[in-house]
C-alpha cells in the first residue's frame, strides 16, 4: 500500500542527462499530486518539480527551471524526471513523492504522504 519505488540514478558528468523514474503502487488517482524532492549530505531536503496527475499543471524551483523536466505515464503509471545540462550542485539523493489531494508544489510544506526510498544521483566536474 503506498509504495513508490525510484530507479534511474547514476553517476553523470557536468552537461549531461539523465532520466529518472518511480512506479507507484496503483493508488495514484487523478486528484493526486505526485513530485521529486532531493537532498544533497550535510543539506535539508528541498523540492525539485511536482506535477498534477489529472491535469497539465506542472511546477518547478528556479534552481532547475528549463533544465529538467517532470512527466507521468499514467498507462505505466510511472513519474519521470527528465534531467538535462546537470550540474555538480544537481547531486543529491532524489526522492518521489506523492499526495492524494490539495494544493500542489514541490515544497515540504505542503504535506507528502508517500515517499520512495531514494535514488543517488552524483554528476562530476
Known amino acids: 500500500q503506498g509504495q513508490l519505488v525510484e530507479s534511474g540514478g547514476a553517476s553523470v558528468q557536468a552537461g549531461g542527462s539523465l532520466t529518472l523514474s518511480c512506479v507507484d503502487s496503483g493508488y495514484i488517482t487523478s486528484t493526486s499530486c505526485m513530485a521529486w524532492f532531493r537532498q544533497a549530505p550535510g543539506k535539508e531536503r528541498e523540492g525539485v518539480a511536482a506535477i498534477y496527475i489529472g491535469g497539465a499543471n506542472k511546477f518547478y524551483v528556479d534552481s532547475v527551471k528549463g533544465r529538467f523536466r517532470i512527466s507521468r505515464d499514467n498507462v505505466k503509471r510511472t513519474l519521470f524526471l527528465q534531467m538535462n545540462s546537470v550540474k555538480p550542485e544537481d547531486t543529491a539523493t532524489y526522492y518521489c513523492?506523492?499526495?492524494?489531494?490539495?494544493?500542489?508544489?514541490?515544497?515540504?510544506?505542503?504535506?507528502?504522504?508517500?515517499w520512495g526510498q531514494g535514488t543517488q544521483v552524483t554528476v562530476s566536474s
Open positions: 513523492a506523492a499526495k492524494l489531494g490539495g494544493l500542489c508544489r514541490p515544497d515540504l510544506r505542503y504535506g507528502y504522504n508517500y
